[in-house]
């Protein structure tokens, strides 16, 4: 099923931070949005992951919890292993039979060998991961993630975008936010934004 935002508006005061964006994501496909700082990504991004923004218009998702969502920051619990991670989302997804889709994704974001570190002892790059990998457990239809590849390293991007595809070549519709032009390409899909406004897209 295809999701959609049509004429989305955000207010916050008297800023808008989305003046009538559309947007609308296939499965199986990645789209990515771009812009400078200000520009509304996050904010757009929010709203596709089901937040309450008191956004208006029309909007299209799938319920809550068939939706993944990586933040701009954090995504991952501190305090908790990277295993323990894993379980406390399966557990708030009630997941069955989580443990090996679990491995699985440990493998593909060379996190395997760090299941029993604490989340806070993470790289900046393994956590983003991470989180791209928590976000992936339920297996969501609509995938929705915020500058995920910000500020990390080659490598763990090259990573984190082999999950990004993977998620869409099993059906899933992928929204991503990013600051590289060169990720923006790998996508199906390019929005740009500037100051809350949808200037192009295709």
Partial sequence: MTWSVADVQVRFGDRAALAGVDLTIEPGQVHAVIGGDGAGKSTLLRVLAGLDLGQTGAIQLPPEDRIGY?????GVFGDLTVDENLEFVAHAYRLDDWQPRARTLLERAALEPFGDRLGRELSGGQR???????????????LVLDEVTTGVDPVSRMELWRLIAAAAASGAAVVASTTYLEEAERAETVTLLHDGHELASG
């Fill in 70 to 74: 990586v933040p701009a920051e954090g």
């Fill in 128 to 142: 983003r991961k991470l989180a791209g990998s928590l976000a992936l457990l339920a297996q969501p239809d609509l």
